[in-house]
């Protein structure tokens, strides 16, 4: 059982628009920075987003993401078959001073 | 730019230690940072492991830290990790990163290494 809570799963058709949501508490996402990280299969975890709604340098800005309260959200516009993959949140807990991830979510482009 | 590679064995025996080592190249971990674990049992999430910065300060998951140290050895420019009495449970891609903070928190883990998967069996 995570302390983050992520949808296990997500589809979208090529060229649309998906949403992940991260739930958590006061405690994690209320009051700190929220990543996400991209799993290709096979692959070792890719930062995709820091702070909040920041883009590593060489990610496209069809990635974004956004923070309201205890949730954050992971967006992605005109998706491409090379987006299939495992999707992750993580924040630091200040309650158990330790960081924490999101179960994962799998995106598939139908 | 920053390149960090995992090595160890990569079959542990039940109730005995794995460990691990990471390196470092293209950054001095004297530099700054945390540098941390995190792992991933086959078909799994990610699960924090611990993250230590080059002073020798820690951090550790709660549900890890009976059994869990991680070591910095700034003159080979690498850290470790060392997992005591290991079961099954413990099978999983072992991946290490360097972790910015502020303050006291940890903000993001970039880069990752490649990971390595450690099996545990007799």
């Known amino acids: 059982q995570s302390v983050l809570t992520q949808p296990p799963s997500v589809s979208a058709a090529p060229g649309q628009k998906v949403t992940i949501s991260c739930s958590g508490s006061?405690?994690?996402?209320?009051?700190?920075?929220v990543s996400w990280y991209q799993q290709l299969p096979g692959t070792a975890p890719k930062l995709l987003i820091y702070d909040n709604s920041k883009r590593p340098s060489g990610i496209p800005d069809r990635f974004s993401g956004s923070k309201s309260g205890t949730s954050a959200t992971l967006g992605i516009t005109g998706l491409q078959t090379g987006d299939e993959a495992d999707y992750y949140c993580g924040t630091w807990d200040s309650s158990l001073s330790a960081w924490v991830f999101g179960g994962g979510t799998k995106l598939t482009v139908l | 730019q920053v390149q960090l590679q995992e090595s160890g064995p990569g079959l542990v025996k039940p109730s005995e230690t794995l460990s691990l080592t990471c390196a470092v190249s293209g950054y001095s971990i004297s530099s700054g940072y945390y540098w941390g674990w995190i792992r991933q049992p086959p078909g799994k999430g990610l699960e924090w492991i611990g993250s230590i910065y080059h002073s020798g300060s820690t951090y550790y998951n709660p549900s890890l830290k009976s059994r869990v140290t991680i070591s910095v050895d700034t003159s080979k420019n690498q850290f470790s990790l060392k997992l005591d009495s290991v079961t099954a449970a413990d099978t999983a891609v072992y991946y290490c990163a360097r972790v910015p903070h502020r303050g006291a928190s940890l903000v993001w883990f970039d880069p990752w290494g490649q990971g390595t998967l450690v099996t545990v069996s007799s």
């Open positions: 006061s405690s994690n996402i209320g009051n700190n920075y």
